[in-house]
């Protein structure tokens, strides 16, 4: 008997690899916004959390739930939010999203940019309630936030797909 020939498609990628990968990549996206960029109000939108978006929107099998507790806590300690904001924002962002889930039948891509917006708009309101005074007039800040994040989901979930479709590549 001859041993049986190795496959020409190579290894599947684990998912506890496609995971690690996954918020990897969350966690690097915390950390654009502290890339020097000279201006007099910020306007780079949360690059974390629409990559944590983008990954859960396109598998909810990558990231788990309870993901977004770990990778908020890395977002509030590089953003300078209080501590804390992001790991509940995130959190309950995820737990509405795997609700969402359960209850759709199927999604279209607009329908995951939609709730991508949806997510962020809530995520800067509720950090800038945590965060900002009620008498601080930044209300239009975070609505040029919100419109800069809607527009740039596309990019994060194509950006996610292609490190997703780079790394199940047969090796």
Same mark, same amino acid.
């Given at each position: ?32 916004? &502290?890339? =020097? *960029?000279? #201006?007099?109000? +910020? ?5 974390? @959390? /629409? ?10 099998? &990558?990231? =788990? *739930?309870? #993901?977004?507790? +770990? ?5 509030? @300690? /590089? ?93």
């Amino acid at each position: 008997m001859t041993a049986p020939r190795p496959s020409k498609f190579g290894e599947p990628i684990s998912a506890r690899r496609r995971s690690l990968v996954a918020a990897g990549v969350v966690m690097l996206g915390s950390l654009l916004p &502290i890339v =020097p *960029v000279v #201006a007099s109000i +910020p306007y780079l939108p949360p690059f974390g @959390l /629409l990559l944590l978006l983008a990954w859960r929107l396109r598998n909810p099998a &990558i990231l =788990p *739930v309870w #993901a977004g507790a +770990p990778l908020g806590l890395w977002d509030d @300690l /590089l953003s300078g939010q209080p501590l804390g904001s992001a790991v509940s924002l995130w959190t309950a962002t995820l737990i509405v999203i795997d609700i969402l889930d359960h209850r759709l039948v199927w999604r279209t891509f607009w329908q995951d940019w939609m709730i991508a917006a949806i997510a962020v708009a809530v995520f800067l309101f509720g950090a800038r309630l945590a965060s900002t005074p009620l008498t601080a007039h930044v209300d239009g800040v975070i609505l040029i936030q919100i419109i800069i994040a809607a527009a740039l989901y596309p990019l994060a979930a194509r950006a996610c797909g292609r490190v997703d479709e780079i790394g199940q590549r047969p090796r």
